[in-house]
């Protein structure tokens, strides 16, 4: 009965007390198997919610946007290859999508819709936020770190995401405009399918985790699921394929430049300011080498 009082125009049939369980079966797993092999390290802070927190946000967002001005040979054939499968992908965009809304059935949709919930910013912070309070209530600096971080990959992806749909302005599966109908600058939903919102919110989060771990549980656990996010973007008719290749890539980087920058691997950084003072204003830029 209490299903039925929730039950979608979707057909969605899992109630919101299943839902609750299998959240907190994956907030639980990550807690007890990554309890123990989320490393400390010695990290040089305490990483908690405070003034540092805000700072430490401030400085890897400047990082992770004016990151390409740092960029190596390396890192621009990542971004040439990341492109070139996008490209490929694209190709294929049509024929992939035939094939998800052929084989789309009511069990699946429920499933799908389900799984994705999991790329939803708000269930990611809840279980950031968990894993922040269980790493406070047992004392480990290493759990409060991977949640922390994983919530500035989260809002700080979530930037660079939403800069993108908004400046390609493709349009969704939905809209049934084709894979190629662009509006730029769009502030209309149907017009914000590149890149894939959910499957970059999925792995922002997994990368952080899976950085943070030395259990291989916990590694496939996190980008298990976040890929799983990313096939049920297309199934649903919110996005092509290759919306969700970019944004799980997205994702991804971002994640491993926030940890990178918590690591000492960063070998440079960009900080900028603002000069306020009765004779003169403008941008500061510093530079560490």
């Not at 499968?85 to 094939?99: K, M, N, S, V």
């Not at 149907?190 to 943070?212: D, E, L, W």
């Amino acid at each position: 009965m209490m299903e039925a009082l929730y039950r979608t125009k979707e057909n969605m049939t899992v109630s919101p007390k299943r839902m609750g369980m299998i959240f907190g079966l994956v907030l639980l797993s990550l807690v007890i198997v990554g309890g123990p092999v989320l490393s400390e390290e010695n990290p040089p802070r305490t990483y908690r919610l405070n003034a540092q927190f805000l700072k430490d946000l401030k400085n890897d967002f400047v990082s992770v946007w004016t990151a390409p001005f740092e960029w190596q040979d390396r890192d621009w054939t990542k971004f040439a290859v990341a492109l070139g499968t996008t490209a490929l992908i694209y190709i294929g965009d049509d024929g992939i999508h035939e094939w998800s809304q052929s084989n789309r059935n009511t069990s699946g949709d429920d499933f799908w819709k389900f799984v994705s919930r999991f790329g939803e910013p708000f269930v990611l912070l809840a279980v950031s936020g968990g894993v922040y309070a269980v790493g406070e209530l047992a004392g480990s600096t290493g759990m409060r770190r991977t949640a922390l971080l994983s919530i500035e990959s989260l809002l700080i992806s979530s930037t660079m995401l939403y800069a993108l749909k908004w400046a390609v302005g493709r349009a969704r599966p939905y809209a049934e405009e084709g894979k190629s109908s662009f509006h730029p600058f769009s502030l209309e939903s149907k017009y914000h399918s590149f890149p894939s919102g959910h499957t970059s919110a999925a792995f922002s989060v997994a990368s952080v985790i899976a950085h943070h771990s030395d259990s291989m549980i916990v590694d496939v656990l996190s980008y298990s699921l976040a890929t799983f996010v990313g096939f049920a973007r297309p199934f649903q008719d919110k996005h092509w394929a290759s919306d969700v290749f970019f944004g799980a890539a997205l994702g991804y980087f971002v994640g491993q430049k926030i940890c990178a920058c918590h690591t000492g691997q960063a070998s440079k950084k960009i900080d900028v300011g603002l000069l306020i003072t009765p004779y003169e204003q403008g941008l500061t830029f510093s530079f560490s080498f």
